[in-house]
């Protein structure tokens, strides 16, 4: 029983890391709280999935859904930049549209891959690995830590180079940016998309991984996402070692773990959102009463009246 | 010698055709030779800030144009101007990124009309080369080259500012009471390294102040606005000449004329 529910926990807190890595680039890097990830995660999913039933191999299938993923993004940032309408907003209006797309393109269905198809989680490598009951759960791991990793130490090396450099000023401070010459605008949309993009792939692994596809299972992610993001940055952030991609792949962990405790020690399945939205809530006050807050950040709107 | 700034018959208001509209400049009209160091005095809401704003491409202007030797800027985006024109704010949080280290704001000021791509933006080569150049700063910040620049004290980062902006070549340079927010001694030091600075690479500059020893001491030139016109231009041995009860006699007049 407790080997299951920690097996369950790294496996779906491992693919809510990859989220959480996604949603750390809009949130934390660029200072935007983007809600297409409740669509671009699913969107993710429907796509990989409808790609591997059709026999697609499955790394292409990811790829595709990180593309899918980046062009909701991109409506996204295309809203906000172009017509200027608030960040929030912005997010709600692509996410709400693209509720509909996926359902168009599951027709209304659950997606399953056939026995036949091969997943990032059931193919010919995966299939040596069959000891016992706990093997398959085991693999998984094996294989989303992998992914994980590598995602992270990606984005590290990417934000020590100018460009990456240059996406944390965008955030930090928009004003210097433009000062620096740099069209600020562009920064934020190669942000949303590679934020969006890198949830696209979550949702696409996660699909795979639960082995099927449907409609409701983006509801809430961005909570989860940014709950993890929130829970991460504020535990280390007097920590000079740990790097922010880091600690949101940790409290992605630290987060999933508490909803699945709550299921553990019994609460109803129907009342886990509340206990995802309450959690959250928690966060958010410990977070705000936390020494220390970031000093600082600067909108655009005030710099014409200095 | 050639102009390297004009505005030529400039309109800027605010809320246009509106019953707030606040009309900043009309045929507004200003040349600056390049090497002049102007230092730009007036009261509180006499345009000054907005002036600096239209040059830079914060905001645009109604009607007129701008021109940077001769080539029109006035419809050139904020960014693109800001590769030719350097500005350092009043607020110094405005000028440097808060939550990335000095070395990271440095190199990102050093790439500067550059493209930012996918090579790193850092090492150690570089990292000792920016600690040298924090040395001729003598305010030890090349000790804490690896600290948040959010940990600075408001004169350290109006510093690391002013170095960041003229770190690439500029045509302009232009100071909003950039020592406005520091203490007397903090912002004496600035002014110093303002001045330095702006001699060793000839930087033509235009410098809103509210301090009228500055603006008197410091520049070849001095401007004082009032309601969006010029009323004192003194240059060459005029300016020298200048006392700080001169621009002091002028100021009341005009309040008195306001009826303050
Ligand atoms: N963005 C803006 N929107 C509306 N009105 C503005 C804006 N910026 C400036 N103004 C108005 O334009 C006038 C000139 O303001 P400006 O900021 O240029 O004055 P200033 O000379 O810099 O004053 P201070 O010494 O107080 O900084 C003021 O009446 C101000 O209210
Ligand atoms: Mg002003």
Not at chain 1, 198 to 223: C, E, H, K, L, P
Not at chain 1, 233 to 261: C, E
Request: net charge positive.
């Amino acid at each position: 029983m407790a080997v299951n529910v920690l097996l369950n926990i790294l496996q779906q807190g491992l693919c809510y890391a990859l989220v959480a890595l996604g949603v750390y680039i809009s949130y934390k890097i660029l200072n935007f709280p983007d809600l297409t990830v409740d669509s671009s995660f699913p969107l993710g999913g429907v796509v990989c999935i409808g790609l591997i039933q059709v026999g697609c191999p499955y790394i292409l299938a990811i790829i595709v859904a990180f593309i899918a993923g980046a062009s909701a993004g991109l409506i996204t940032a295309f809203l906000h930049l172009k017509f200027k309408i608030n960040n929030l907003l912005s997010g709600i209006i692509t996410m709400t549209a693209l509720l509909s797309i996926n359902i168009a393109l599951s027709k209304g269905r659950t997606l399953i891959p056939y026995n036949d198809n091969k997943t990032l989680f059931n193919n010919n490598l995966t299939s040596h690995f069959a000891f016992n009951q706990y093997s398959s759960a085991i693999t998984n791991i094996i294989i989303l830590i992998i992914i994980v990793i590598a995602l992270k130490l990606i984005l590290d090396l990417f934000f020590k180079t100018k460009r990456g450099f240059m996406l944390r000023a965008v955030g930090d401070n928009e004003q210097m940016s433009v000062s620096l010459g740099s069209n600020s605008g562009l920064y934020k949309l190669l942000g949303l998309c590679l934020a969006n993009g890198i949830v696209g792939v979550a949702g696409a692994i996660y699909s795979q991984y639960m082995r099927y596809f449907d409609n409701t299972s983006g509801t809430g992610m961005v909570v989860i996402a940014l709950a993890s993001v929130i829970i991460g940055t504020g535990i280390f952030r007097k920590s000079l070692i740990i790097k922010g991609t880091t600690s949101v792949i940790i409290g992605a962990l630290i987060y999933t773990a508490s909803l699945n405790i709550v299921i553990a020690i019994g609460v109803p399945s129907t009342y886990l959102k509340l206990f995802m939205a309450l959690i959250f809530a928690i966060v958010l006050i410990i977070n705000n009463y936390l020494p220390d807050k970031k000093r600082g950040k600067r909108k655009m709107e005030d710099i014409s009246n200095a | 010698m050639p102009n390297l700034l004009s505005l030529v018959h400039i309109d800027k208001n605010f809320y246009k055709e509106t019953i707030d509209e606040v009309k900043v400049f009309s045929d507004f009209n200003l040349e600056v030779e390049s090497g002049e160091f102007v230092s730009i005095v007036g009261s509180n809401g006499s345009g000054k800030t907005t002036l600096l704003n239209i040059i830079s491409g914060s905001i645009d202007i109604d009607k007129g144009e701008i021109k940077l030797f001769d080539k029109r800027i006035d419809k050139e985006k904020e960014y693109i101007r800001a590769r030719s024109i350097g500005r350092v704010y009043q607020d110094p949080s405005r000028g440097t990124s808060p939550n990335m280290t000095i070395a990271e704001n440095l190199a990102l000021a050093e790439n500067k009309g550059n493209i930012y791509g996918l090579s790193f933006a850092l090492n150690k080569k570089k990292i000792s080369e920016y600690k040298e150049l924090l040395k001729t700063l003598n305010l030890g910040l090349e000790d804490k080259i690896n600290v948040k620049v959010s940990a600075l004290s408001g004169g350290e980062r109006q510093a690391l500012a002013l170095l960041m902006v003229t770190m690439k070549p500029i045509d302009l340079l232009l100071l909003d009471e950039h020592t406005a927010a520091l203490d007397p001694n903090t912002s004496q030091k600035i002014m110093e390294l303002t001045e330095r600075i702006v001699k060793e690479k000839h930087i033509t500059t235009l410098m809103v102040t509210h301090n009228l020893r500055f603006a008197v001491e410091y520049g070849s030139r001095l401007l004082m606005l009032n309601k969006g016109e010029v009323v004192i231009d003194k240059c060459g041995k005029e300016k020298e000449e200048l006392v700080v009860d001169d621009i002091l006699k002028t100021f009341n007049e005009i309040s008195i004329e306001c009826g303050n």
